[in-house]
């Protein structure tokens, strides 16, 4: 008996339950609790967004970064970091004529060849290898001029956080209180002082 249907078939509906109807729906999650979830956190550009259906018969996009910096994992500068994420760029033709029309659920981020992204990434499915962004699309942010933002235009990032007094520099202290796009060095700096330095557990970051 091929069990491959009745595998995609679970796991699209699991996908697509636990996944939000409207990304506006997505649990809130500040730059705290992105950091607390992310298995690897890192910058770099986008190489090349591919998609395809694997051997148990999930569609997934395929991404491809190459990296600039690493805030938390082993990433060494201008390394591949390739994942796999649930979901097709665009319904697909399949052999036997069918339409396969799982495409990424709503609620997750979308990638683009050549953009300069910094990720927070969830660590792998186990069952799948699939992964994506910690906070889903709140997880990914895009960088232009120098300036970062997420698809929500920050909303949420910095809220309900306190540091400990004298912790962050004047400039880090002001992203704070911006409405939008941040300073992308000033972001990825404060990032990776919280995760070198272990602020979140050892309460200097709450």
């Not at 979830?37 to 148990?56: A, F, N, W, Y």
């Not at 970062?148 to 962050?168: D, K, Q, T, V, Y």
């Amino acid at each position: 008996m091929n069990l491959k249907p009745y595998l995609l078939a679970l796991i699209s509906a699991l996908v697509l339950l636990a996944a939000p109807s409207h990304a506006a729906k997505l649990k809130p999650q500040n730059l705290k609790q992105l950091i607390a979830e992310s298995e690897s956190i890192l910058s770099g550009q986008v190489q090349s967004v591919t998609d395809g259906i694997s051997e148990q018969g999930i569609p997934y996009t395929e991404v491809t970064i190459k990296v600039n910096t690493a805030a938390k994992g082993q990433h060494a500068r201008n390394s591949s970091y390739t994942f796999r994420q649930f979901g097709l760029t665009q319904p697909r033709t399949l052999a036997n004529g069918n339409k396969m029309l799982a495409v990424t659920p709503e609620g997750f981020p979308r990638w683009h060849a050549n953009e300069t992204v910094v990720v927070f990434m969830h660590e792998a499915a186990g069952l799948t290898g699939l992964r994506t962004t910690a906070g889903m699309a709140q997880g990914k942010f895009v960088i232009q001029g120098g300036k970062l933002r997420n698809e929500f235009n920050n909303h949420g990032i910095f809220s309900e956080m306190e540091f400990a007094n004298g912790l962050l520099s004047e400039s880090e202290n002001k992203m704070l209180t911006t409405t939008g796009a941040v300073d992308a060095a000033d972001f990825m700096g404060l990032v990776g002082k919280a995760v070198s330095e272990q602020w979140i557990s050892n309460g200097k970051m709450k």
